[in-house]
């Protein structure tokens, strides 16, 4: 069996662990409790059917296992995990403390989060409790030894998982419990009031602290909260609930310390509640959700975008997709179902980006409660529907892709920088738009990019450049000084950066940069920005180039040796620089100073790669394709090819289909809807 080696820093003694598959994961949430025990033989008869050989179980079950304080009800589980075992379906094992027990809340109100306006967040939901409860650490963590303890040597047991999304529902707590934590961390961080009161100017309005007791959490106001403030909020929110998957990571560590452990990300929150690129440091397998949006047109570049941002956190190893739905979800204001087809190419498109599984919410579609309209591997219509026969046709590919686990996908010659910081830091207090969103730019680049087959490593800044051709700086609002440090560097060692609007604005303190925007970058771009001129919704501007830019504009001024490629051609600015490169030695850098729409983010990004010598990864004859490839060490090549165009596309490309062995030379046909994984002649 392959194995997998963890990246989780407190790993001493065991750094590998038996992957948790034969061949690619494949499964889903399995809510058995949901169901009378005589479903559970059909159940594990049509997951062996689909091909599922891993299931996240038990993920909101805390109330049906310790049924009262202290009291616990193994039975059901005890059956389900022997049943499952028997079936050969091996089991993530969450630790069930998302949705805290009835008798839990009505015990203690006092765990749950408390919102902005000092609302208590009621029972009846999940993911109720403030990270920052003593109280509820307490029963969990007493929960989690008990799980440990009667499971840990069961023969299904494949990974922890961690409660779920950790932040989703109970992020950002106002609570006076949490108010007593948030004065620890500032006092940790700062040391002295002193510090703190210069970190985050507040001088303004006569803000002055003189201990830290008289620090309040940002509740509801009826103005603006210091901008500071508002970034360590969102950091000390991040640790809270980071420290409690540590806590229970660390009783799972002392009950199985050969078990792997993990928890459920969100990535495409932006900016959720939690610093991902930091907690994937500490988890052993990266594990990310992914819901597509119905209504976006773009949705598959989303996914593409998020599927590349889970491998930057993962360091580029193999992660798992550990929940996406079938079809419809129930959150969205119109839950569209999948067209045909969709659901396949959504799945090896995560796998596709390193992804070494693919998992579902959930096996089977509930009757009650309220995710009832949310689709499944089984809907309420049972096995002969169209969902559950596409799950089983994508159950065998997935088998037949095998030979792809353990394998990475071929590291990128772009890399692009993506950090919490700098989201939290944008969306923290009145900006000069509330048009532009943080990932907005990032994930149209990443688009652009892809439509033009060429693949990029999302990175967090400090993460290495070495090896890289070229780098993608897109509205990082928040720059420090090492990564203004090494932006420098990898241009002043040959390499190409792209630096856009808003990025290096602001400190790792959220205080501007003064002296020109974009602070950090001017000198490497050769560029001084004295004011902003944001441009209203719907409002463009024309360049003379030929492109169209939106919702940003600004004054652009550039020194000698800063050449302009194309300039506004309209407007209050016309004529002002608005793409600008300079050389650096063997580098350059790149500015781009308004908001380009597609076409023309493609047209300037097909013209970076030709400058920078940048390449695809295939070659191909139009847009709506994805090409990625994997490799193993060995040199062996997967060259995965998903057509999200409604017409046919062509490929380069040399092999064997990994599907049904069809032989490829020289260019692969791929139908419009289709995926084809090719495993590649030697290159
Ligand atoms: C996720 C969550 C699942 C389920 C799903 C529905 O955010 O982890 O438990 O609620 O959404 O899309």
């Given at each position: 069996?392959?194995?997998?080696?963890?990246?989780?820093?407190?790993?001493?003694?065991?750094?590998?662990?038996?992957?948790?598959?034969?061949?690619?994961?494949?499964?889903?949430?399995?809510?058995?409790?949901?169901?009378?025990?005589?479903?559970?033989?059909?159940?594990?008869?049509?997951?062996?059917?689909?091909?599922?050989?891993?299931?996240?179980?038990?993920?909101f079950s805390w109330g049906l296992v310790e049924v009262a304080d202290g009291e616990f009800d193994w039975g059901w589980l005890d059956r389900i995990m022997d049943l499952l075992h028997d079936g050969g379906i091996g089991v993530n094992l969450a630790t069930p403390t998302a949705a805290p027990p009835t008798w839990l809340l009505q015990a203690h109100?006092?765990?749950?989060?408390?919102?902005?306006?000092?609302?208590?967040?009621?029972?009846?939901?999940?993911?109720?409790?403030?990270?920052?409860?003593?109280t509820f650490r307490r029963y969990a963590l007493r929960m989690v030894r008990a799980l440990a303890e009667r499971y840990g040597d069961h023969p299904a047991l494949r990974m922890w998982h961690v409660s779920n999304e950790l932040g989703n529902e109970n992020g950002r707590c106002y609570g006076e419990e949490t108010a007593v934590a948030w004065?620890?961390?500032?006092?940790?961080?700062?040391?002295?009031v002193a510090a703190m009161n210069d970190a985050w100017g507040s001088a303004f309005w006569g803000h002055r602290y003189t201990s830290f007791a008289q620090v309040e959490l940002p509740r509801h106001n009826r103005t603006q909260h210091n901008p500071g403030?508002?970034?360590?909020?969102?950091?000390?929110?991040?640790?809270?609930?980071?420290?409690?998957?540590?806590?229970?990571?660390?009783?799972?560590?002392?009950?199985?310390?050969?078990?792997?452990?993990?928890?459920?990300?969100?990535?495409?929150?932006?900016?959720?509640?939690?610093?991902?690129a930091r907690w994937a440091e500490e988890v052993d397998l990266v594990a990310n959700d992914h819901y597509t949006i119905g209504a976006d047109p773009h949705r598959e570049a989303d996914l593409a975008f998020c599927a590349d941002r889970s491998r930057g956190m993962a360091g580029g190893r193999p992660w798992l997709l550990i929940e996406h739905s079938t079809a419809a979800v129930n959150w969205q204001p119109v839950n569209r179902a999948k067209a045909p087809g969709e659901m396949a190419r959504n799945t090896l498109a995560h796998i596709a980006r390193g992804a070494d599984g693919a998992m579902f919410f959930q096996w089977r579609q509930s009757t009650a409660g309220s995710e009832q309209f949310h689709s499944a591997m089984v809907p309420h219509a049972g096995a002969d529907s169209q969902v559950y026969r596409d799950v089983v046709a994508l159950g065998a590919t997935l088998r037949a892709l095998a030979p792809v686990v353990g394998s990475r996908v071929e590291r990128a010659q772009v890399a692009m920088l993506l950090d919490h910081d700098a989201a939290a830091a944008w969306a923290s207090g009145p900006k000069p738009s509330s048009l532009v969103t943080a990932v907005d730019l990032p994930r149209a680049v990443h688009r652009a990019l892809t439509e033009l087959g060429i693949a990029v490593d999302v990175l967090r800044p400090g993460d290495a450049l070495d090896g890289y051709r070229a780098l993608v700086v897109p509205t990082l609002f928040l720059a420090t000084d090492a990564t203004a440090d090494a932006v420098r560097d990898f241009a002043a060692s040959g390499g190409h950066v792209l630096v856009t609007y808003l990025s290096g604005i602001v400190d790792e303190t959220n205080r501007v940069r003064a002296g020109g925007y974009p602070g950090a970058f001017c000198d490497l771009l050769g560029v001084r920005v004295d004011e902003f001129f944001?441009?209203?919704?719907?409002?463009?501007?024309?360049?003379?180039?030929?492109?169209?830019?939106?919702?940003?504009?600004?004054?652009?001024?550039?020194?000698?040796?800063?050449?302009?490629?194309?300039?506004?051609?309209?407007?209050?600015?016309?004529?002002?620089?608005?793409v600008t490169r300079r050389a650096t030695g063997a580098g350059s850098a790149t500015y781009l100073a308004t908001r380009l729409d597609h076409p023309g983010l493609v047209a300037l990004v097909r013209a970076f790669a030709a400058y920078t010598g940048v390449t695809a990864v295939a070659t191909v004859d139009g847009p709506g394709m994805e090409v990625v490839r994997r490799v193993h060490d060995d040199g062996r090549s997967f060259l995965f090819a998903i057509n999200h165009a409604a017409s046919d596309r062509t490929v380069a490309a040399n092999g064997r289909?990994?599907?049904?062995?069809?032989a490829t030379e020289g260019r692969l046909v791929v139908p419009a809807g289709a995926v084809r994984v090719i495993e590649e002649d030697p290159r």
């Open positions: 069996m392959t194995s997998f080696t963890s990246h989780s820093a407190d790993l001493a003694e065991h750094t590998a662990f038996p992957w948790l598959a034969d061949g690619l994961a494949y499964g889903g949430d399995y809510s058995p409790e949901q169901w009378p025990e005589a479903v559970w033989a059909e159940d594990v008869a049509l997951m062996q059917r689909a091909g599922v050989n891993l299931v996240n179980l038990g993920v109100p006092e765990i749950a989060t408390v919102d902005a306006e000092g609302r208590r967040t009621a029972q009846g939901g999940r993911l109720a409790w403030s990270p920052s409860s003593a004065r620890e961390w500032l006092t940790a961080k700062y040391g002295e403030l508002l970034l360590d909020f969102e950091r000390f929110t991040s640790d809270a609930l980071l420290g409690h998957y540590l806590a229970e990571r660390a009783v799972l560590r002392e009950v199985t310390p050969a078990i792997p452990v993990t928890t459920n990300f969100m990535v495409q929150a932006n900016p959720g509640v939690a610093d991902y944001p441009l209203f919704a719907g409002d463009t501007v024309a360049l003379d180039d030929g492109s169209t830019g939106s919702l940003w504009s600004e004054r652009v001024e550039v020194s000698d040796g800063t050449e302009v490629l194309a300039r506004l051609a309209e407007g209050d600015l016309a004529g002002t620089p608005a289909d990994l599907t049904d062995g069809t």
